[in-house]
């Protein structure tokens, strides 16, 4: 579904509508800086814009959805 005017009360009104409340919201794209407080403001919990680390990006993630998604650190060194 694409829509760049949600509110962040229809973005939670559809996710208690399918029983979804866990789900986190993220945004990616060519997005200007001076939009990010408004993402923020409507629930977006992270913002990728153009040249995002990636590998940043991807630890951010993984600390978005929880410990339990992290390698573990004997893993992560190799």
Same mark, same amino acid.
């Given at each position: 579904?694409?829509?760049?005017?949600?509110?962040?009360?229809?973005?939670?009104?559809?996710?208690?509508?399918?029983?979804?409340?866990? !789900?986190?919201? !993220?945004?990616?794209?060519? !997005?200007?800086?001076?939009?990010?407080?408004? +993402?923020?403001?409507?629930?977006?919990?992270? !913002?990728?814009?153009?040249?995002?680390?990636?590998?940043?990006?991807?630890?951010? +993630? +993984?600390?978005? +959805?929880?410990?339990?998604?992290?390698?573990?650190?004997?893993?992560?060194?190799?």
């Amino acid at each position: 579904m694409t829509r760049t005017d949600w509110t962040r009360e229809e973005i939670a009104d559809l996710f208690d509508e399918a029983g979804r409340r866990d !789900i986190k919201v !993220i945004a990616g794209s060519v !997005i200007p800086p001076k939009d990010y407080r408004y +993402l923020r403001d409507a629930g977006v919990q992270a !913002i990728f814009g153009l040249g995002t680390n990636l590998v940043a990006a991807a630890e951010q +993630l +993984l600390r978005l +959805l929880g410990r339990h998604n992290m390698p573990p650190m004997d893993e992560a060194a190799e």
